[in-house]
């Protein structure tokens, strides 16, 4: 049981959701990444998804491609966040999901890159443009090293698909509650709602929402219907505006004292 799965465990025996932030590695200087993830932990994140940038990111909306072109602009490379993803294990203890595309992986070299990311503490990987017809080209590979691969179902995605995907993993399954990019949303509608039932119902594993997540009470509507959420785009712009007050209060929806679930 890697961290991830324990995680989830301790959430179920206590009657919580978990609270998944997301950041742009190298946004605001890969100096500032390890800060940013000892900020999160101390806020109370279940664990936390480190974005790797790229110059083509099909499932990023404007506020994180924004933060992917600043990264890449401070000079930000995956091996330079592994890296210091190596220095942040020292003192984060909450598990940390690395989400990038199939490319720079490539380019990295896959074997390498399952190792070196388990050899600095990364327990999963979300690999957006990677269908499961392809996860044979990665899947072994992370698996040898420890990985968890975290696979995402969609509003669009059919029923049988849901199961067979959610019965290859061990984490938790991403279900994408937009049909499109990443970016804040002003509410979800039934269809949403009664996508999350039915994946809950399905899914062996638990099930957490994200895409278009940014405030209380889309979260608390949410997780009646699921384990927890993911967050991007309003914590990726609460660090660009160096908020880091209304961080704290955003991040608290889910404490336990708010949680009476």
């Known amino acids: 049981m890697n961290r991830i799965e324990q995680s989830f465990k301790e959430l179920k025996a206590q009657n919580r959701k978990a609270f998944i932030p997301y950041i742009m590695a190298g946004d605001g200087g890969l100096n500032n990444l390890i800060d ?6 101390k806020f109370g994140a279940t664990l936390i998804e480190v974005g790797v940038p790229f110059s083509d990111p099909v499932a990023d909306g404007p506020t994180i491609q924004k933060a992917g072109i600043r ?12 890296r210091e993803l190596g220095k942040a294990r020292e003192v984060v203890s909450v598990p940390i999901v690395l989400m990038t595309y199939l490319n720079p992986i490539y380019s990295y070299g896959i074997s390498t890159f399952a190792q070196d990311i388990a050899n600095v503490g990364v327990d999963g990987c979300i690999i957006p443009d990677l269908p499961m017809e392809e996860e044979d080209l990665i899947v072994g590979q992370l698996e040898d090293a420890g990985i968890e691969l975290i696979r995402l179902v969609t509003l669009t995605t059919p029923k ?102």
């Not at 067979?164 to 509410?187: D, M, P």
């Not at 405030?215 to 660009?240: P, R, W």
């Open 160 to 261: 049988e698909r849901i199961k067979e995907i959610a019965n290859r993993g061990n984490g938790f399954l991403y279900s994408v509650t937009v049909k499109g990019i990443t970016g804040t949303r002003n509410e979800f509608e039934q269809e949403v709602l009664d996508f999350l039932k039915n994946v809950k119902e399905i899914s062996p594993i638990p099930v957490v929402a994200g895409f278009g997540i940014s405030n209380e009470k889309q979260i608390n509507a949410l997780t009646l219907y699921c384990d927890g959420v993911i967050v991007g785009s309003k914590i990726v712009d609460l660090f660009e505006k160096n908020d880091i007050t209304a961080l704290e209060s955003f991040m608290s929806v889910l404490k336990p004292e708010k949680n009476v679930r």
């Open 36 to 41: 940013r993830l000892i900020t999160l932990e």
């Open 71 to 82: 990264a890449l602009q401070n000079g930000t490379t995956l091996r330079g966040i592994i």
